[in-house]
Structure formats: structure tokens, C-alpha cells
């Protein structure tokens, strides 16, 4: 079971990612393998599933509610709601790519 506070992950301060895929890797690095689990996990159309805590959290810590983000303007989308799922993603598509040499 996911926790109901991701908060706790992004509880350090944090270098804002200023493109997608640094997005998504910056997630690799702070949430725990459960979470990364369940994300993986889920289908791609699953991912609306983690709007509420983890985008939320992702929304939050990555300042896409700025106007002025770097991150909100490389998602191609204005909204921060739906920058937070193209984040979400990139780090699914991240999480369930083949593992190969070049990868490993």
C-alpha cells in the first residue's frame, strides 16, 4: 500500500528539474522501491490513479505551479496538473523500459 503523504520523499530541499526525463530520474532517486513498485505496476492509463498523492507531491516539490517553471514549460502543457502526469510518465516509461547493456 502506497503511504497517503509522499511529501516525506521531497522533505529536503531539491535542485528543480528543468526537463522531463531529469524529472523523472530525480524520482528514481528519492522514492523508495515500493513505490517505484506500484507504479511500475500499474497500466498507463493507471497512472491517473496517483494524481492526488504523488503528482500532488510532484506539483509541489517541482514548482509547477510558477508560472516561470522551466519544467511546467518543458512538458509542453501549461497546466500543472498535466505536467505532473507527464512527469509520472516519463518515470512509468522510465520503470518499465527494457533492461539492456548499455542500461545496466
Known sequence: MLPADFSQYFSCPLKRPEAVDEAARLLLDVLDPQVQNEVASVSEDGLTDFHLGLGMAVRNAF??????????????????????????????????????????
Open 63 to 104: 514548482g509547477l505551479h510558477e508560472p516561470d517553471s522551466l519544467l511546467l514549460a518543458a512538458t509542453g502543457t501549461p497546466h500543472p496538473d498535466d505536467a505532473s502526469g507527464i512527469i509520472l510518465l516519463a518515470l512509468w516509461q522510465r520503470l518499465n523500459r527494457p533492461l539492456t547493456p548499455e542500461g545496466l
